[in-house]
């Protein structure tokens, strides 16, 4: 089945760091691919997504490049804020069994990041 | 435009009892799915809806099950809760559940089987 391999952390970095967490993903089919952001103790926002092979994706600082060739999906950005800490998860679309127009979400195990000042 | 909210936040139960969970989805939106998360599993689906109709199911055992309503509300229920139920269940809406859509969380509903 599809499934997302993701670098698991614990990620540490100080404040204007680079970060990058690794994601690559099994799938048949053209997969829409996310990244989603878990801060403590709430549910998950999406930060990003590329719909087909070559899109980036972007938002506040973060970048995704959908690379077909490689299967990933890497999550970058060039500057960390303490206000970055969470828990990110990358997803892809699945139809699953099912093989209809409907879609899951099949995530990665999740990279705990932690940003100091 | 209000977010997905979900009833309770917080839950206690013991084993063998059973639980209701209810989710709103983000007015407009028809499809709703419902995901476990727990530390050693992580994130995984549970079951889809769309128009009251359960079109896609995960991996777990019938003890989980869930209803969608006419005004695309759901609600999942766990019956014989086993300590290995506790976790936080999250819902997710989007506008039909296709392949290019943005599934919206809610902030997920914790629960304890003790």
């Known amino acids: 089945g599809n499934s997302v391999t993701q670098m698991e952390g614990p990620v540490t970095l100080s404040e204007e760091a680079f970060l990058t967490i690794n994601c690559t993903y099994t799938a048949t089919g053209y997969p829409s691919l996310f990244w989603y952001v878990q801060y403590p103790g709430e549910g998950l926002q999406l930060l990003l997504k590329a719909t087909k092979a070559d899109d980036k994706g972007s938002n506040k600082g973060f970048e995704a490049t959908y690379r077909k060739e490689t299967t990933s999906f890497h999550l970058e950005k060039g500057s960390v804020q303490v206000s970055d800490s969470a828990v990110y998860f990358c997803a892809l679309s699945d139809p699953g069994d099912s093989g209809g127009s409907n879609y899951k979400l099949t995530f990665g195990k999740g990279t705990l990041l932690t940003v100091n000042p | 435009k209000a977010g997905v909210t979900q009833t309770p936040r917080y839950l206690i139960k013991t084993r063998g009892q059973q639980v209701t969970l209810s989710c709103s989805p983000i007015?407009?939106?028809?499809?709703v799915s419902w995901y476990q998360q727990t530390p050693g599993q992580g994130l995984q689906f549970l079951f889809e809806?769309?128009?009251?109709?359960?079109?896609n199911k995960g991996n777990f055992p019938g003890r989980f099950s869930g209803r969608q309503f006419s005004n695309s509300r759901s609600e999942m229920n766990v019956s014989t809760l086993e300590l290995g139920d506790s976790a936080l269940y999250l819902c997710?809406?989007?506008?039909?559940?296709?392949?290019?859509?943005?599934?919206?969380f809610g902030p997920g509903t914790r629960l304890l089987v003790l």
């Open positions: 997710a809406s989007s506008l039909s559940g296709g392949r290019k859509e943005t599934q919206y």
């Open positions: 007015s407009g939106h028809r499809s």
């Open positions: 809806y769309f128009s009251e109709t359960q079109r």
